[in-house]
DNA sequence: CCCGATCGTTTCGGTTCCGGATCAATTCTA
DNA sequence: TAGAATTGATCCGGAACCGAAACGATCGGG
């Protein structure tokens, strides 16, 4: 499996993708909204609201109002934990995995012919 | 240049550089600020505020207020146009070049050892 | 030399997000 | 079973961001 992306590729890929996000109709989330979007699907569960705060550190507040956000969007579930009743478990839903699988979609699109770019007289290591 | 990536990479990748760029005490940019950024970095100059807009497809004022705060962090520098002075070039700076190379190495290091996580009974084409 | 067009900025009103403190509900413990 | 601890939600004041509209500065055509 070679995978390789030296830096230049890394910040092109990076720009390809939010620019194509940005121009996205679809409703484009905060850094953290995603991240935690991304913890929830890629992460093994459960999922608590402590939990996804102290992974990505922010405050438990931040996570509350990014699930209100998120689970108002359909793409996640709260649901109580029925073991300990002061929990509340993060779900996801079909429409949360279709909104992930259209956004690797972006990443991996923005990714294609990304290596072959290299224009031979430029010095391979130099950033800038 | 082997580039591949698979969606299921793709969204690790993700989620890994954004949870570094989370923890980082570095003052973490928007979404929009990260845009511009790498639009002036890595796009053929010149950069005016307009021809970001247009390129973000986002508002004229969005823009001069990223670059408020971007050139307030010294990343990036205004400096007037002498040949149209109603218009305003966009250069870059050594702490911007600092700062995207840094960004970049955490892409990489969030995609080193990402394609050897396949589980072998795993379909290889399905997300979720 | 104007007067319209264009540029970036600023103003304005509104929305969103933040962290600390606090709260009610629930569980644990002595 | 009473009190401490824990969890998630809410309240609060503040900060950041947004787009539309208005503004001053500048350029270009007639």
């Known amino acids: 499996m070679g995978f390789d992306l030296d830096d230049m ?13 940005i121009h996205r109709s679809a409703p484009d989330l905060s850094v953290r909204q ?12 459960p999922h608590t609201v402590r939990g996804l705060a102290a992974r990505l550190k922010i405050s438990k507040p931040a996570v509350t109002r990014a699930l209100d956000t998120l689970s108002g969007l359909g ?17 996801r839903t079909v429409a949360g995995s279709v909104y992930l699988s259209e956004f690797a979609e972006t990443i991996v699109a923005a990714g294609t012919g990304l290596g072959s770019e290299k224009s031979p007289g430029s010095d391979p290591g130099a950033l800038f």
């Open 34 to 45: 995603t991240a935690i979007l991304l913890c929830v699907y890629l992460t093994p569960p």
């Open 9 to 21: 590729e890394a910040l092109e890929l990076w720009r390809r993708t939010l620019l194509a996000g």
């Open 75 to 91: 793409v996640l579930r709260r649901k109580a934990d029925e073991n300990d009743r002061r929990s509340v478990l993060v779900h």
